[in-house]
């Protein structure tokens, strides 16, 4: 992960990509140089395939269809402004063989701080800076949406999920440069929870952990990744009106949209909502038709707990399967006739998103009877595929109790209300830091 320096503005135009999720750099010569450092790692550290890496080979090379997609998509990468800046001229994963050595390399090891003083942005996500270039092609569009190949991936991304449960995942958590708890991390993480406020408090005074232990108490990169605020930090928004709706994931506006269609083209630019893909075609999906959608992403550094947006009774809560590497076309290489490309990807593509990828879905009948049923939706992205439900359903909840959580990454969230709910006041898209976490959000009038 590269820590977060400087102004966007100063990176030269020719390398400046616009990410709102802050999951990859701003700067996409540092995305190159990391990613030039993994390739270098695993070339002189050579090793045997990891058994979950053996099976995704063979399944590619058993596979006529996915043989193909898995070899065209990195032929695909076209010269094209962002793709044509890589400074060595050449592509630095050459093909599905390079990309599964880098893989084994990557996947064993636990996402540590560089300090990149003068730069801008990070490497948050290394699986989706791996596959970035080649799920942005045609090709890569038809693979990363496959369900096998996506089954494939949830293995991978499980057996990554364990290792982050060990104590040896811990060690990126220390006081050195490479360290999350170094002088630059703590400090970019703190910048991110204090954004909201005027005044300036410590990591100890903001998450429950132990400043005198090792890595602050924390036993794995994991249990780290899923700190909790401590009970003051983040009050809940009027917890005695339920006129007042709380945010329900501290994070950045995204976008919000009225008059929601239940279905619609979702996979083309601007990514307008289709209700009834968002919600798995559920049959509680025709309650929002015409409604209200908020969404809102959280980056790497955020805090990646959920918590109930209104008070009342949880009706139904699962999670869908979905993409895990997914990106709209639209966001991606976009039209072929451009001379550049739209660079924010998967990024840019969080509407799409959360229609396709692996997603919680919890309904809740609000007690307020001017909202009634309503939906929250989580969003993994990327490597953010454990998504892990809390409540249960017939479980009654107080606005602001936690209803699950994320693990590792970055992601987002989508708020739905029926139609002729009035909710207004939503934060303006564009707000430049979270809106806090049990804070208000929006309101209901009427």
Known sequence: MV????????????????????????????????????????RKNPKELAPVLKDFKAFIESNSRVYMWFNAMFDEIPVKKPY????????????????????????????????????????????????????????????????????????????????????????????????????????????????????????????????????????????????????????????????????????????????????????????????????????LADNFAGGTVYQAFLSALSYHRWHAPVSGTIKKAYVQDGTYFSEPLSEGLGDPQATEIDAGGISNGQGYLSHVATRAIIFIEADNPKIGLMAFIGIGMDEVSTCEITVKEGQHVKKGDQTGMFHFGGSTHCLLFRKGVKVEGFPQVGTPHNIPVRGQVAMVTG
């Open 84 to 283: 044509a800046n890589d400074p060595t001229g050449h592509k630095q994963i050459r093909d599905y063989h390079h990309m599964l050595e880098v893989l084994n390399h990557t996947f064993t090891t636990a996402p540590h701080w560089t300090d990149a003083a003068a730069n801008v942005g990070m490497v948050g996500v290394p699986l989706c800076a791996i596959f970035d270039y080649p799920m942005g092609t045609a090709s890569g569009y038809a693979a990363f949406l496959d369900p096998e190949v996506n089954k494939h991936l949830k293995k991978i991304l499980n057996e990554w999920g364990k290792f982050l449960l060990t104590p040896q995942s811990a060690e990126v958590l220390g006081e050195h440069n490479q360290g999350w708890f170094g002088k630059t991390g703590k400090k970019d993480l703190m910048e991110v929870a204090n954004a909201p406020y005027s005044t300036q408090h410590s990591f100890e005074d903001f998450f429950h952990c132990d400043a005198q232990a090792k890595h602050y108490g924390y036993k794995s990169w994991d249990h780290f990744f899923t700190r909790t605020f401590k009970e003051n930090v983040r009050p809940v928004a009027s917890p005695d009106n339920d006129d007042v709706i709380a945010n329900a994931c501290e994070s950045k506006v995204f976008n919000h949209q009225r008059n929601v269609k239940l279905r619609d083209h979702f996979w083309i630019k601007g990514q307008p909502y289709s209700i009834r893909d968002m919600l798995a075609h559920d049959p």
């Open 3 to 42: 820590a977060q320096h400087g102004d966007e503005h100063d990176i030269p135009q020719e390398h400046r990509v616009h990410r709102p999720g802050g999951w990859l750099p701003a700067d996409s010569r540092i995305h190159k140089e990391w990613l030039g450092r993994q390739i270098e790692n695993a």
